[in-house]
């Protein structure tokens, strides 16, 4: 590296600037690390004067193409010895890049680090409610959503805050253009399992994300990383082929044979004799399993916020499923621009 070359380079890929990009600048441009430079990659061409005079950012038109390929542009770009993955619609804690510096510094074995995406506090209602779904153990992987202690490996990280070593980096290949979502997935696979590299969860190193405002969104953004990680159990069984991702599944698989066990009821047709008082069980059990999230949730929001996500936390459950289910007959995925 260049004496005078910037340490990190931060690499945000993005349709178009606006209000997000507005916000995130200025907590970027106010890191306590200073040796950064930020590449900002939007579809078509911008006037980065129009948003900030600091010369440590510059942007590239790339096209509307995929953020694995954008991310990719980005990190062919950059002069940084470290690439820093984050997304338009979140903003760094002040000390993010110092974190990462003192962990690759004390820790030369770690080929990347990654920390929890912190929904704002001030995020609208219904987008508190979004973020809320994933807050509790019990509906997935909550240190990528609030800072969880202790620090440890992990072997699958959102490139929404995930920072790597440039050479690691080039080493897999960067990111693997043919997917979206799931393109961090298939990296992160790349860098601990082929590559044989450390990516260490650090609780300290966060981000603020804004959360999808409504239901409707929320279940597209949910849906899709179910289609694909149904898909990913048949093509990367490695970080896919877990028992929590099949959950989900399982669920709406009883769904369909309550509705199924009714129907048949209904019609006078013959039915399993047990089969009414097993499916009670399984509806008396799943309420109590929302019951315990709802208290969980109450360390985390207050209980207007962590009412509202109940049914986000539902037909999250619902929609994940099935579309798990349909990405596991998924020989291939033509990926979308996540648009």
Request: aromatic share 12%; charged share 20%; hydrophobic share 50%.
């Amino acid at each position: 590296m260049l004496p005078d070359a910037p340490l990190f380079s931060i690499i945000i890929p993005f349709k178009a600037p606006g209000p997000y990009l507005a916000e995130s600048l200025p907590h970027l441009l106010a890191l306590l690390e200073p040796r950064f430079e930020v590449i900002l990659l939007p579809d078509a061409p911008m006037d980065v004067a129009a948003w900030t005079d600091d010369p440590r950012v510059r942007a590239v038109a790339t096209g509307a193409v995929s953020p694995a390929l954008k991310r990719d542009r980005g990190a062919e770009l950059s002069l940084g010895e470290y690439l820093a993955f984050i997304d338009d619609d979140a903003y760094p804690d002040p000390a993010w890049l110092t974190v990462a510096r003192i962990a690759f510094e004390d820790q030369p074995q770690l080929a990347a680090v990654g920390g929890p995406a912190v929904t704002p506090a001030d995020d609208p209602f219904w987008a508190r409610a979004s973020g809320a779904v994933f807050l509790s153990r019990l509906t997935g992987f909550p240190e990528r959503y609030r800072p969880t202690p202790p620090s440890r490996d992990v072997d699958d990280w959102p490139t929404v805050n995930l920072i790597v070593r440039r050479d690691a980096f080039f080493a897999v290949g960067g990111f693997d253009t043919a997917c979206w979502p799931g393109e961090d997935t298939k990296f992160c696979l790349d860098l601990v399992y082929k590559m044989g590299g450390v990516i260490r969860y650090l609780p300290e190193l966060f981000v603020w994300h804004h959360r999808r405002p409504g239901l409707k969104k929320h279940l597209r953004q949910v849906g899709n990383y179910g289609l694909h990680r149904g898909h990913f159990v048949r093509v990367h069984p490695e970080t896919s082929r877990r028992v929590r991702y099949f959950l989900p599944a399982a669920w709406v698989v009883f769904l369909v044979a309550a509705v199924l066990h009714g129907l048949a009821t209904l019609a006078g047709l013959p039915v399993w004799s047990c089969g009414g008082a097993l499916i009670g069980l399984g509806f008396g059990a799943y309420a109590l399993f929302l019951v315990l999230i709802l208290c969980d949730l109450l360390r985390f929001e207050p209980l207007p916020v962590a009412l509202a996500a109940m049914p986000f936390v539902a037909l999250t459950h619902a929609w994940y499923g099935l579309r798990f289910l349909l990405g596991l007959t998924k020989k291939k995925l033509i990926s979308s621009l996540g648009r």
